[in-house]
């Protein structure tokens, strides 16, 4: 990849999160109500008093809100939405096997063609999703001998990456898949979808700049505003 392609990449990337990924997470912001949340009761009123020091609906609302916001809100978008711009800017494509996230032809091997589980970071699978990715690539695997594709090799051409962390983050479960298949980490995965070494910190700074440019304090303090007035007409505070 020359260097005006890259920057052509970066400045696409850019674009992608500011509109796909901030614009979501501001859509659901603004969405959130009451009804959005499961709340344990036996636990709101000590998060708030431990967080705020007190049981305020304000307080409640913040409770309830920023471990959303910050937290499961983002991660889900920015997962979802990552997947799209591989397909989208870059050269992967989205495939059409069952379970199969994205195909690619791989900078590391000789541009061979690997079928692509993709996942968000070095934690973000259970011991039942082990399964469930091995059964996703016999899926590949079935297309393959169906398809009479003589090169097919599993253990070679199936993929579990993660769009971020590096090789020492990669929990238990990753490590057994590895056993089996490739498993290809942050930087790595990066690399060999592009072809460039440092994309992947290259990604990073773009959407960095992006972050730069962004507040969404009014907006927050809205969203706490609104959610603590439902919680106080519905007297969600005993």
């Known amino acids: 990849?020359?260097?005006?392609?890259?920057?052509?990449?970066?400045?696409?990337?850019?674009?992608?999160?500011?509109?796909?990924?901030?614009?979501?997470h501001k859509k659901n912001l603004e969405e959130i109500t009451l009804s959005s949340?499961?709340?344990?009761?036996?636990?709101?009123?000590?998060?708030?008093?431990?967080?705020?020091?007190?049981?305020?609906p304000e307080s409640v609302a913040?409770?309830?809100?920023?471990?959303?916001?910050?937290?499961?809100?983002?991660?889900?978008?920015f997962g979802t939405q990552m997947q799209h711009f591989c397909s989208k800017v870059l050269s992967a494509n989205g495939s059409k096997v069952s379970g199969i996230d994205v195909e690619f032809n791989d900078h590391l091997d000789d541009m061979r063609h690997k079928y692509c589980q993709l996942?968000?970071?070095?934690?973000?699978i259970n011991k039942d999703d082990i399964k469930t990715v091995s059964?996703?690539?016999?899926?590949?695997s079935r297309l393959a001998k169906t398809n009479q594709d003589k090169e097919f090799n599993v253990s070679r051409d199936c993929i579990v990456g993660t769009i971020y962390?590096?090789?020492?983050?990669?929990?238990?479960?990753?490590?057994?898949?590895?056993k089996d298949y490739l498993v290809y980490p942050g930087k790595k995965f990066w690399h060999s979808l592009t072809g460039e070494e440092n994309f992947y910190s290259d990604l990073i700074g773009a959407f960095g700049e992006v972050a730069l440019g962004e507040n969404g304090v009014s907006l927050l303090n809205d969203a706490i505003q609104k959610l603590a007035n439902e919680i106080e007409s519905y007297q969600y505070i005993n």
């Open 119 to 124: 996942k968000a970071g070095p934690n973000c």
């Open 165 to 178: 962390g590096e090789e020492g983050e990669l929990s238990g479960m990753y490590r057994t898949l590895a």
């Open 62 to 77: 913040k409770a309830l809100l920023y471990p959303r916001v910050l937290g499961t809100s983002i991660t889900t978008i």
């Open 135 to 140: 059964d996703h690539f016999k899926n590949a």
């Open 37 to 56: 949340f499961n709340v344990n009761p036996f636990l709101r009123h000590y998060l708030s008093n431990f967080a705020f020091g007190n049981a305020k």
């Open 1 to 24: 990849m020359d260097e005006k392609r890259k920057l052509d990449i970066l400045d696409n990337a850019k674009r992608f999160f500011k509109e796909k990924v901030v614009a979501a």
